[in-house]
């Protein structure tokens, strides 16, 4: 069959042949994507309500950081870390200024950055707590999700994610999210660090109960923890602020980030942190090929300036608040709960509704496009660039999907 063949069933029977079944994606083959909008094969348009797991903040195709991929890649594209490159320095220091932390480390995707930030805890354990070595460990939450590794699916609590890929690497301790006493009982002597999402994204867009993250950064401090929050899906202006602990007014020992780092356009994930708690790092002791090669640093760049430059956290705050306040307006028997904060939000469904999926196959039928989580939550996470008009469209969309008697 040509690869060239532009029919969704044709290509839909291509992906199923040859390609591993390790997603469950909707039937939609999207070909072009410009702002909130996507395209499909056939020339369908959709807006976007899952916006990359928020990889696509920026929206799609934006032309700045397009831009900057396409001239960048005409001069230089990879050196290595063997040799220094021009472009990495200034973002280097434009991550630095914008988010407060005074090093960074880049690196390609998500969980190399979470993997980062799992190797920078435990050193400073060994180095600075004088934890025997091979001891250290990590306390982690339920319902967590950090990636796909083998060492960070050994702490998820999904069974999907770890049945069958097992032993897994040994350290971590899972406390409930948001349960401060349970989080207090798994501390000891060997506690070297704390791993969280400020609001879970893959849970469902959870937010732990007020105070928590508070109580969190006081405890770490207490017994000598670093404090590591993942804002890989939740950070780079997701929830109305740069970063999610923002709303709690805490400030962590280290961040990941991803996703929105590059708008989409190129893998680039970082590690930032404390000059302290970065100083783990010597020569030879970490690295990447590919991470802060020229290319991915100019991307990331004009990622963030888009980000400034367009007002696109502020926006996320009021053009959240006013998503929320309409779908939390929505009267429907088959919504539970609905949870959120800025763009992004997570409507739970009883279990007699049938599942999300279902809901989420309509909306595409509509010419909306969302993905269930865990069976019963339905996400939203547009762009951030999305108008008030093409909100004010989707979600007189979703009340009527959802409100229908089937």
């Given at each position: 069959?040509?690869?060239?063949?532009?029919?969704?069933?044709?290509?839909?029977?291509?992906?199923?042949?040859?390609?591993?079944?390790?997603?469950?994606?909707?039937?939609?083959?999207?070909?072009?994507?410009?702002?909130?909008?996507?395209?499909?094969?056939?020339?369908?348009?959709?807006?976007?309500?899952?916006?990359?797991?928020?990889?696509?903040?920026?929206?799609?195709?934006?032309?700045?950081?397009?831009?900057?991929?396409?001239?960048?890649?005409?001069?230089?594209?990879?050196?290595?870390?063997?040799?220094?490159?021009?472009?990495?320095?200034?973002?280097?220091?434009?991550?630095?200024?914008?988010?407060?932390?005074?090093?960074?480390?880049?690196?390609?995707?998500?969980?190399?950055?979470?993997?980062?930030?799992?190797?920078?805890?435990?050193?400073?354990?060994?180095?600075?707590?004088?934890?025997?070595?091979?001891?250290?460990?990590?306390?982690?939450?339920?319902?967590?999700?950090?990636?796909?590794?083998?060492?960070?699916?050994?702490?998820?609590?999904?069974?999907?994610?770890?049945?069958?890929?097992?032993?897994?690497?040994?350290?971590?301790?899972?406390?409930?999210?948001?349960?401060?006493?349970?989080?207090?009982?798994?501390?000891?002597?060997?506690?070297?660090?704390?791993?969280?999402?400020?609001?879970?994204?893959?849970?469902?867009?959870?937010?732990?109960?007020?105070?928590?993250?508070?109580?969190?950064?006081?405890?770490?401090?207490?017994?000598?923890?670093?404090?590591?929050?993942?804002?890989?899906?939740?950070?780079?202006?997701?929830?109305?602020?740069?970063?999610?602990?923002?709303?709690?007014?805490?400030?962590?020992?280290?961040?990941?980030?991803?996703?929105?780092?590059?708008?989409?356009?190129?893998?680039?994930?970082?590690?930032?942190?404390?000059?302290?708690?970065?100083?783990?790092?010597?020569?030879?002791?970490?690295?990447?090929?590919?991470?802060?090669?020229?290319?991915?640093?100019?991307?990331?760049?004009?990622?963030?300036?888009?980000?400034?430059?367009?007002?696109?956290?502020?926006?996320?705050?009021?053009?959240?608040?006013?998503?929320?306040?309409?779908?939390?307006?929505?009267?429907?028997?088959?919504?539970?709960?609905?949870?959120?904060?800025?763009?992004?939000?997570?409507i739970e469904l009883n279990p007699s509704a049938g599942g999300?999926?279902?809901?989420?196959?309509?909306?595409?039928?509509?010419?909306?496009?969302?993905?269930?989580?865990?069976?019963?939550?339905?996400?939203?996470?547009?762009?951030?660039?999305?108008?008030?008009?093409?909100?004010?469209?989707?979600?007189?969309?979703?009340?009527?999907?959802?409100?229908?008697?089937?």
């Amino acid at each position: 069959m040509s690869t060239t063949t532009q029919n969704s069933a044709a290509l839909i029977e291509q992906e199923e042949k040859f390609g591993a079944h390790n997603y469950h994606p909707l039937d939609v083959v999207l070909c072009r994507g410009e702002g909130a909008y996507v395209w499909d094969v056939e020339g369908k348009r959709y807006l976007d309500f899952l916006a990359a797991y928020s990889a696509v903040n920026q929206g799609h195709n934006h032309p700045r950081i397009v831009g900057a991929l396409t001239e960048q890649a005409k001069v230089l594209s990879l050196t290595s870390r063997a040799f220094r490159n021009d472009k990495f320095p200034p973002l280097l220091e434009k991550l630095s200024n914008m988010t407060g932390f005074e090093k960074v480390l880049l690196m390609n995707s998500g969980a190399e950055a979470v993997e980062t930030a799992i190797k920078a805890m435990r050193k400073y354990g060994y180095d600075n707590k004088g934890i025997a070595d091979g001891k250290a460990e990590i306390i982690v939450m339920d319902g967590n999700f950090h990636g796909r590794t083998t060492t960070i699916i050994g702490f998820s609590t999904d069974d999907t994610t770890t049945t069958g890929f097992g032993p897994f690497t040994p350290g971590f301790h899972v406390a409930e999210y948001g349960n401060m006493d349970a989080l207090k009982a798994l501390i000891n002597e060997n506690t070297c660090g704390v791993l969280i999402e400020p609001i879970q994204g893959e849970g469902g867009v959870v937010i732990p109960p007020k105070g928590f993250l508070k109580e969190l950064r006081a405890l770490c401090d207490e017994h000598k923890m670093m404090l590591v929050c993942d804002e890989i899906q939740s950070g780079l202006g997701r929830t109305g602020t740069l970063f999610a602990f923002e709303h709690e007014g805490i400030r962590p020992d280290g961040v990941t980030i991803g996703k929105a780092l590059s708008g989409g356009i190129y893998p680039v994930s970082a590690f930032l942190a404390t000059e302290d708690f970065m100083k783990v790092f010597t020569p030879g002791t970490h690295g990447s090929t590919y991470g802060g090669n020229p290319l991915a640093c100019a991307v990331a760049s004009a990622a963030l300036d888009v980000l400034v430059d367009e007002q696109l956290i502020e926006k996320s705050a009021t053009m959240g608040a006013y998503m929320i306040e309409r779908v939390r307006a929505i009267q429907s028997p088959h919504i539970k709960e609905v949870r959120g904060i800025g763009l992004w939000a997570g409507i739970e469904l009883n279990p007699s509704a049938g599942g999300a999926r279902r809901f989420c196959e309509r909306l595409q039928q509509e010419g909306m496009l969302c993905k269930e989580t865990h069976t019963h939550t339905i996400r939203l996470a547009p762009p951030l660039v999305i108008t008030k008009e093409q909100l004010d469209w989707s979600i007189d969309l979703l009340t009527r999907v959802l409100t229908d008697a089937e």
